[in-house]
């Protein structure tokens, strides 16, 4: 059974237009990170949240934002999506912080910018 | 620089060959090495979490080795399946973060 869970798998919106992705865990981990991947390329983390506590990497564009309503959803926000922000999406979580935890993550979501 | 690089970037086998991915990394201090098996339009799946003392670890058909001394990691693959036909990605934690550098995968494909 799937334990990190993204909807949709597949999403369609129009430059510009807010989009949102979600991603429920069902392991109680304290930590669920936000990747971006891109065609080719390894993924590139965008931001996490330990509990509560928002971490956002630095090169992170302000266009994406997140939420972390409680310990078993997390929400990325895309504000205004431009043609490069088509890649898919991929949320992952972790029981605590530090280097020795795996991560686990879910089958991502697909975004396409029309 | 901490980087992680892998080879070859594509590899075609038969069906039943075996075969062997190659993984270097700069990574210091060192903490463990991972490696991910990624079919397409899927996240990563963890196949080996691999520490500094470890030389092997087996899951199933899938090999890991590492040497801590050369900074090197193996993965080999036993009489390969179909299904084994993915992206197969070298993974190791940045010191006293909680980010991981991705190396840039090795895509294997396995014909009949």
């Known amino acids: 059974d799937a334990m990190v869970i993204q909807n949709p798998r597949y999403q369609v919106t129009q430059f510009g237009k807010p989009v949102t992705l979600s991603c429920s865990q069902t392991l109680n981990h304290n930590v669920m990170y936000w990747y971006q991947q891109k065609s080719s390329q390894a993924p590139k983390l965008l931001f996490h949240?330990?509990?509560?506590?928002?971490?956002n990497e630095a090169d992170t564009p302000d266009n994406f934002q997140s939420r972390r309503p409680n310990t078993s959803f997390c929400f990325l926000d895309i504000r205004s999506p431009g043609l490069g922000d088509a890649a898919m999406y991929l949320c992952a979580t972790s029981i605590d912080r530090g280097a020795n935890q795996p991560q686990h993550f879910g089958d991502g979501t697909r975004l396409s910018i029309l | 620089k901490n980087q992680v690089e892998q080879s070859p970037q594509s590899l075609i086998i038969l069906e039943g060959k075996n075969c062997t991915l190659q993984c270097n990394y700069t990574v210091s201090p060192f903490s463990n090495l991972r490696w991910y098996k990624q079919d397409t339009g899927r996240g990563p799946v963890s196949l080996t979490i691999?520490?500094?003392?470890?030389n092997t670890k087996s899951n199933g058909r899938y090999t890991a080795t590492l040497d801590a001394d050369t900074k090197q990691s193996s993965l080999h693959i036993t009489a390969s399946q179909l299904s084994d036909s993915a992206s197969y990605i070298c993974v190791v934690p940045t010191p006293n973060t909680d980010k991981l550098i991705f190396g840039t995968g090795t895509r294997l494909q396995v014909f009949p």
């Open positions: 949240y330990y509990d509560k506590d928002f971490n």
């Open positions: 691999m520490t500094f003392s470890e």
